[in-house]
Nanobody
Framework: HVQLVESGGGSALAGGSVRLSCAASGYTYSYSVYCMAWFRQAPGKEREMVGRISSDGATTYADSVKGRFTISKDNAKNTLYLQMNSLKPEDTAMFFC??????????????WGQGTQVTVS
């Protein structure tokens, strides 16, 4: 079955950087055909999409992270990345990676990792 495992979270100072990884396994089809995304959820707040990367590599980002965060993927390693620069305390949250149900981002995200905490102070 599909498994997504995030890593790389931890504590960082404001203005610093953190890189998250999301390793995928158990895919029926090639990793490259799916849309992948990063979400985050801060205490007391709703989960929000940070950004996503489509099967052709096109990326979109939430306005709050544009210019600071970069999503990338390595299809050969079945791994998704989130490079976070210029971190702010308001970026503190649990970060989750997710996979689309089909190859289309619009099909919704039905597979989720367990999350990794990022704390910015």
């Amino acid at each position: 079955h599909v498994q997504l495992v995030e890593s790389g979270g931890g504590s960082a100072l404001a203005g610093g950087s953190v890189r998250l990884s999301c390793a995928a396994s158990g895919y029926t089809y090639s990793y490259s055909v799916y849309c992948m995304a990063w979400f985050r959820q801060a205490p007391g707040k709703e989960r929000e999409m940070v950004g996503r990367i489509s099967s052709d590599g096109a990326t979109t980002y939430a306005d709050s992270v544009k210019g600071r965060f970069t999503i990338s993927k390595d299809n050969a390693k079945n791994t998704l990345y989130l490079q976070m620069n210029s971190l702010k305390p308001e970026d503190t949250a649990m970060f989750f990676c997710a996979r689309s149900r089909t190859q289309y981002c619009s099909s919704g995200f039905t597979y989720w990792g367990q999350g990794t905490q990022v704390t910015v102070s």
